[in-house]
């Protein structure tokens, strides 16, 4: 925790453009690294599938492309978002939820680009930025709602954010996940998915070689251009993004990371 903070000084004292530029060379060098020999190959499976998201584009910028290979096979998948998605405008009541309805249409229009019907997208709206720090009461509301949908779908496959991923409602959603699938004591495959990860966590310090070698790769030629349209999808969100953290995203690959039966 120490070192996150001390990163978290360090980038405050550069130049927006100066961090930026060496995020994207490491983000960039990173992946191709683990692209060209520091993954194995992932097969689409034909298991259900169930995404958490923290925040509306999460899901179709970390597995968007496996969400439309497995809906083009007619796999089921279940995606549910964590967060109300409030954060991105600010703290005046009315233009918060203003956002909140455009991030929900935003990650309808784009989850249907990928395939995926209205009825299997679950917003479960808590507020955006306040997931790591529930109450405990309301800590165990959430973990109860996630593991009623698990029950109720009972997908093979779980895909949630890295749990080293560098955002707290990231990190924390891997938590509240995790703690849902012991709670509910199903048998699910767990399978992380990268979104600042690369970004923010340095080589060596935060993102150590064993996290680097339990990664995957995973081809999305075939539905990159679906990827790339629901993307798009996100209007309030890319703009305020680093034009190299998009970057990453609209390739043909993606990266997951499997977790190991405990």
């Known amino acids: 925790m120490k ?31 683990i692209l060209l020999g520091g993954s194995k190959p992932l097969t689409l499976s034909q298991k259900s599938a169930m995404v958490f998201s923290p925040h509306q584009d999460d899901e179709t910028f970390g597995c968007g492309g496996m969400i439309a290979h497995k809906r083009e096979q007619g796999i089921p998948v279940t995606v549910v978002f964590l967060t109300n998605g409030q ?55 959430t973990i109860s709602q996630v593991s009623a949908l698990l029950q109720t779908y009972q997908p093979e496959e779980v895909y949630v954010p890295h749990r080293k991923d560098c955002h707290k409602d990231h990190e924390a959603t891997y938590k509240l996940v995790k703690a849902a699938i012991n709670q509910t004591n199903i048998t699910v495959e767990l399978i992380q998915y990268p979104i600042w990860l690369f970004w923010r966590a340095p080589l060596f310090i935060l993102l150590k070689l064993p996290d680097i070698a339990a990664a995957y790769c995973f081809s999305i030629a075939s539905v990159q251009e679906k990827k790339n349209q629901a993307i798009a999808s996100y209007k309030s969100q890319i703009a305020s993004l680093p034009d190299g953290f998009i970057q990453r995203f609209l390739g043909a690959y993606e990266i997951f990371f499997r977790v190991e039966s405990e």
């Open 3 to 33: 070192t996150k903070v001390y990163l978290q000084r360090l980038q405050k004292l550069m130049p927006n453009t100066w961090l930026e530029q060496i995020q994207y060379i490491h983000s960039s060098l990173l992946c191709r690294w």
């Open 87 to 141: 954060g991105a405008a600010g703290t005046d009541p009315d233009a918060q939820n203003a956002m909140i309805k455009i991030r929900q249409q935003e990650a309808i229009e784009a989850l249907k680009i990928l395939g995926v019907e209205s009825a299997s997208i679950h917003f479960l709206a808590k507020i955006d930025g306040s997931l790591q720090d529930l109450e405990n009461d309301e800590k165990q509301q």
